[in-house]
Each structure stands twice: as structure tokens, then as C-alpha cells.
């Protein structure tokens, strides 16, 4: 009987597509790949570690995944990610039911890395972050097959002063616009609808390998894969996010009206002290252009608060920024310091109680403004990507185009014939909540 492989991805959607790759190499070395841990006669944990709260959701599975070697069948614990790219040598000292520990850039390696396991060694396969995929390398989507994450590039250049991604990615690389490209056809031939084009800097991409901004450029080849019905871009950058994009945006059928601009702040003393490319200004006009020449936009965005120094005074001027903005959609974060990171250092730390109180306070202001978008939705009939039943709510639900997976909305509806999953249809929307919608399937064509 094969080797059966229990995978617990963690963290975000980049780190979800090194699990798919490792999970395609396992498969095609004959490793057998099961959703039950219990069942699972080795266990990859591919971790998470950018801030405090996502290393202890990491440290918590990694426990849970070591008691299945007392209660279910598990011999083997593999630890992977950026947890382990950061921190490889103290989880191999301090957590002994780990057998083996391999960082960001050892993904291709993962098939020997296990092999070395079961040879009796104990491998912490963590060197420098250099790897990035190609499109021959075999993938399992651990996403609905209509839905598939593009990542188009791997680490990052900005070096924030908050962030420890470059150290645990590396220094920024592009993929190759051909063999992103290929990729691309590939999962369209084998069902993928949407394309989520994903990367620490989206809007980077190109400038290394082609000496210029080439997103659109690779959009607009990817809106001519006939399959693909939308493409949806995450994790734009400010000063990046050029005029061709904008205008590529606002005329194109299958890219999603939906812009996720991660600002974090935009007091300029912060924005400075958080070492972002960009002020107030910059930032004020770019939102301006987005909102006038992309008609229906959704603009997604994060803030981080609480940041070393950061004032009332400064604190309120990002309040009085999404009041004026009104994002569609915006997460809200409080600051966490970072080992190794410039701002580890800053003087100034706002104190747990006071950080907990503008999340709040940020986050209650959005829920408002979030209310008021989608009541502004009842009436409409909207095109909704259908992604299942819902037991509790008796009803269909999808996303549109504005509802990125697994962190905006969902629409819930009735319909009076069978929704399939990764069907598009026509929803009139007929109630709104803060974060969801639901209504009714028209006959209309989607
Ligand atoms: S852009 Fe800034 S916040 Fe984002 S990954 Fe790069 S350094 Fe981190």
C-alpha cells in the first residue's frame, strides 16, 4: 500500500501554491495524498510565520499534527514553510516529534527531503530563498477546480520596515511571461475559470526580468485564454499600479473590476517610518483615478494601526481617510514587531490595550461603511460564480466578481433549478448584511 500524505497549508495564497507543488511532486513519486489526518501515515505542515498571531496558529497545528502520532497513524512529521524558513534550527531543538524541517526555498526538494527521513535522518533543509516554479512542474489544486491562484512571483524588494517577507522569500523574481502563460492554459484546459493572479507585489512584475512594468501586458495575454471567464489581480502596490493597468481595468471583460491595494496607512510621518514608497498625496490621487475611470470598482485594502508612534492624532486621520474613501472592502490590523525587522526597534510602542482599541474601532467603522456599499447593491441582479449548498441557510451561494475567495463576501440565493458549482448565474439581489448578500437566480444568461 502507498505512503499516504496528510498536507495542513497554512498562511496565505502564495503559500498555498507551494503546498499544490509539493502536493504534485509527492503524488507523482507514488505518495498517496489524504484529507484525513488520522489516516495520513506522514504529515506536512506547511507553515505560516510573517506575525506573531499567524506563528502560533503554525506552533498549534504543528502540536496537533504530532498527536496524531500517539492517536493515528502518523511516523511522520515534516515541517514546511516560512515558519521553518525563520526559525528551521529551534523548531528541530525545541519540538522533538518534528523528523524533518525544510524552508521556502527547499519546495522543490520534497520528495528527497522525505526520503531522507525515512533513510533515518533528521534533515533541516533550509537555505537561502531562491526557488520559483514552472509551469511543468505537476500541481494539485487544493482550490475548487473552476478556481486556480497564477503566482507570476516570489519575494519581495520593498523591505518595509514592519515586514519580515523578504528575509523569509527572498529578493523579488518574476516568472517568465511564457511559462505563466502555459500555466495558465493548463489549468484553463483542465476546467479553471478564474484566474487569481497572485505574488507579494503584483504590480512589480516584470521590472526585473524585463527592465519594465509588464502586468498588463501578461493580463491582457491571459484575457485571451478563451476558457478563462475572470481574472482576478490581489496584492497591487501604490506606486506601482500604472495608467495602462487602470485603463486595462476599466475596459476589459474578464478582469475583475476589483482592485486589492494594500495601503496600510496614510499618515505621511507613518507611511515614511514604515519605509512605503508614496504619501498621502500619491495615494489620495491614484484612489481618485481608480474610483472616476473604473466604474463599479471595488477597492480592497488593509491598514496596519498601532504602528511604533503612532498618535490620536494620526490614528484619526486614517479613520477620516476611510470615511472619505469608503472601501468597499478593508482588513484592519494591529502592528506586531518582528524579530530582525527595522521597526522592532522603533521607540514609542502603543500599548495592547490602545492597539486592541483602534483595531476595534477601525474595523467598527468599516463594518458601517461595508453595510452601506451593499445596501446600495438590494435591486441589482449581479453575475455570481456558484461555489455550493448551504445547509444552515437552505440556499445557493457564490461570489461576483467583487468578492475575492475565502476573505470578502458571499451571495447567497435561491434558485428554483439546480446551481452547479463553478456555474455563473444571475442573481437579483434582495437583502444586504455587512459582509453578505442574498436574493433570488433570474432566468436572464450569465
Ligand atoms: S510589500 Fe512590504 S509588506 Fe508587502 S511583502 Fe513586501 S515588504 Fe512585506
Excluded at 516570489?154 to 519580515?164: K, V
Excluded at 491571459?222 to 475572470?230: G, H, K, S, T
Excluded at 481574472?231 to 486589492?260: G, H, N, Q
Aim: hydrophobic residues 40%; glycine residues 8%; contains cysteine.
Amino acid at each position: 500500500m502507498a505512503t499516504a500524505i496528510g498536507f495542513i497549508s497554512l498562511g496565505c495564497a502564495k503559500n498555498r501554491v507551494d503546498s499544490e507543488i509539493m502536493l504534485g511532486q509527492l503524488r507523482q513519486a507514488g505518495y498517496d495524498i489524504t484529507g484525513d489526518i488520522n489516516q495520513a501515515d506522514v504529515i506536512i505542515v506547511n507553515t505560516c510565520g510573517f506575525i506573531t498571531a499567524a506563528k502560533e496558529e503554525s506552533i498549534a497545528a504543528i502540536l496537533d499534527a504530532a498527536r496524531c502520532k500517539i492517536t493515528g497513524r502518523c511516523r511522520v512529521l515534516l515541517v514546511a514553510g516560512c515558519l521553518s524558513q525563520r526559525y528551521g534550527n529551534e523548531l528541530l531543538q525545541d519540538l522533538p516529534e518534528i523528523d524533518g524541517v525544510m524552508g521556502t526555498g527547499a519546495v522543490p526538494e520534497i520528495v528527497a527531503v522525505l526520503k531522507r527521513i525515512h533513510a533515518g535522518e533528521r534533515p533541516l533543509a533550509v537555505s537561502a530563498p531562491g526557488y520559483i516554479h514552472q509551469s511543468q512542474v505537476p500541481r494539485v489544486l487544493t482550490t475548487p477546480n473552476y478556481t486556480a491562484y497564477l503566482k507570476i512571483a516570489e519575494g519581495c524588494d520593498n523591505c518595509c520596515s514592519y515586514c519580515a517577507i523578504p528575509a523569509i522569500r527572498g529578493p523579488y523574481r518574476s516568472r517568465t511571461m511564457d511559462d505563466i502563460i502555459n500555466e495558465a492554459r493548463l489549468l484553463c484546459s483542465g476546467g479553471v475559470r478564474e484566474l487569481i493572479v497572485a505574488a507579494q507585489e503584483t504590480t512589480r512584475y516584470g521590472r526585473d526580468i524585463y527592465g519594465r512594468y509588464a502586468l498588463t501586458g501578461l493580463l491582457q495575454k491571459l484575457a485571451l485564454i478563451e476558457e478563462c471567464r475572470w481574472i482576478r489581480i490581489m496584492y497591487c502596490y501604490p506606486d506601482s499600479f500604472t495608467e495602462e493597468l487602470v485603463e486595462l481595468l476599466a475596459t476589459s471583460l474578464k478582469i475583475c473590476r476589483y482592485v486589492d491595494l494594500p495601503l496600510q496607512h496614510i499618515n505621511n510621518r507613518l507611511l515614511r517610518m514604515m519605509n512605503r514608497r508614496g504619501n498621502k498625496e500619491s495615494i489620495v490621487k491614484l484612489v481618485d483615478k481608480l474610483r472616476q475611470n473604473i466604474p463599479g470598482v471595488t477597492l480592497r485594502t488593509t491598514f496596519i494601526v498601532g504602528f511604533p508612534g503612532e498618535t490620536e492624532q494620526e490614528f484619526n486621520e486614517l479613520l477620516d481617510f476611510m470615511e472619505q474613501v469608503k472601501f468597499e472592502r478593508a482588513g484592519v490590523f494591529g502592528y506586531s514587531p518582528e524579530e530582525g525587522t527595522p521597526a522592532e526597534a522603533l521607540p514609542g510602542r502603543v500599548s495592547d490595550e490602545v492597539l486592541a482599541e483602534r483595531v476595534d474601532q477601525a474595523m467598527r467603522l468599516q463594518q458601517r461603511i461595508s453595510l452601506a456599499h451593499n445596501h446600495n447593491k438590494v435591486g441589482q441582479v449581479l453575475t455570481v460564480l456558484v461555489e455550493g449548498w448551504d445547509d444552515d441557510a437552505k440556499m445557493y451561494w457564490g461570489r461576483t466578481e467583487a468578492d475575492a475567495p475565502d476573505i470578502d463576501g458571499r451571495v447567497f440565493f435561491t434558485s428554483r433549478t439546480v446551481a452547479r458549482e463553478g456555474d455563473f448565474v444571475r442573481v437579483k439581489v434582495l437583502d444586504a448584511a455587512e459582509y453578505d448578500l442574498s436574493g433570488v437566480r433570474t432566468n436572464e444568461l450569465a
